[in-house]
């Protein structure tokens, strides 16, 4: 009797017990799916100005709470958009990345609205040894010779500052790391950007100078020429010769003085002449 009592707990036990993990397993479920949602990723590295299509994308659950803004859920609206910028493997795929729809491949498609790309002559020096990479900031200087000297002196001046490197090359991939020592970098400038640069390589030579990506600073700088390298101080224009203007002075004249009423008076046999 005792031991049929026992059995009867024993299999009400494991059946409680059963259903209990059967329930905290369904709502373990249910709460881990209704906490993820679907999101676009890349499924291998995408290089930029490249045109996207369903085979690059694949779709994987995110924490809902860590979506990034601009995220897709499916991949269909992504077909055939170009990318802005390289894509890692498993990045998501966002809106602020792709250029706007209609939008062809290659490389207009990452330039800024209102700007332009201007391809310059470089070597290994004025190339920064291969450092001036896709993605990296430069300032442009231009060495010439200085306008309006007789002695035709040379100066060296920063013409540009903080200009986006597009490409290397034929190379528009932001993501190696490794120096690359081409004959061509491809800028994106501004139109006054754009004529000044063009002016600047036909009336010198150029330099490109590597600055930090964060840096947002503009310096003002004179130039430096080979008095101001060696530590003279600059040449002070002589200044034109003042005219001077003689003044020649004449002694005044004294008036004449004027005529009054007169009158002769005879006294006699002699005679005079008052005036009053």
């Known amino acids: 009797m005792k031991n049929s009592r026992a059995l009867i707990m024993l299999a009400v036990a494991m059946v409680t017990g059963l259903a209990a993990v059967v329930f905290a397993s369904r709502w373990l479920i249910h709460t881990s799916s209704s906490a993820l949602t679907p999101v676009a990723v890349a499924r291998d590295d995408i290089n930029l100005g490249q045109p996207l299509n369903v085979n690059m994308i694949r779709i994987v ?3 809902t709470g ?3 803004p601009g995220a897709f859920t499916d991949v269909k609206p992504l077909d055939g958009r170009v990318l802005r910028t390289s894509l890692a493997r498993g990045e998501p795929v966002l809106e602020t990345k792709l250029a706007p729809i209609g939008t062809k491949g290659g490389l207009s498609a990452v330039i800024e609205k209102g700007d332009r790309a201007i391809t310059v002559r470089v070597n290994d020096v004025v190339g920064v040894a291969g450092f001036a990479l896709p993605g990296n900031y430069v300032d442009v200087i231009v060495n010439t010779q200085e306008p309006g000297k007789g002695d035709q002196q040379s100066i ?3 013409v540009l500052e903080k200009i986006l490197v597009l490409a290397v090359a034929q190379q528009v991939s932001r993501d190696d790391t490794q120096p690359k ?5 491809t800028l994106q400038v501004s139109p006054d950007q754009a ?3 063009d002016l600047a390589r036909s009336v010198g030579t150029l330099s490109l100078v590597l600055r930090n ?4 600073d503009q310096l003002a700088t004179n130039g430096a020429t080979k008095l101001t390298l060696l530590g003279h101080p600059a040449p002070v224009a002589a200044s034109a010769p003042v005219a001077t203007t003689r003044v020649r002075y004449v002694a005044a004249r004294p008036a004449p003085h004027a005529k009054r009423d007169c009158v002769g008076v005879l006294s006699g046999v002699t005679g ?5």
């Open 181 to 185: 020592v081409v004959n061509a970098v």
């Open 272 to 276: 005079s002449e008052e005036c009053f």
């Open 213 to 216: 990506q964060v840096d947002k």
């Open 66 to 68: 860590s979506v990034p």
């Open 195 to 197: 004529e000044k640069l």
């Open 156 to 158: 060296s001046k920063i």
């Open 61 to 63: 659950n995110w924490p």
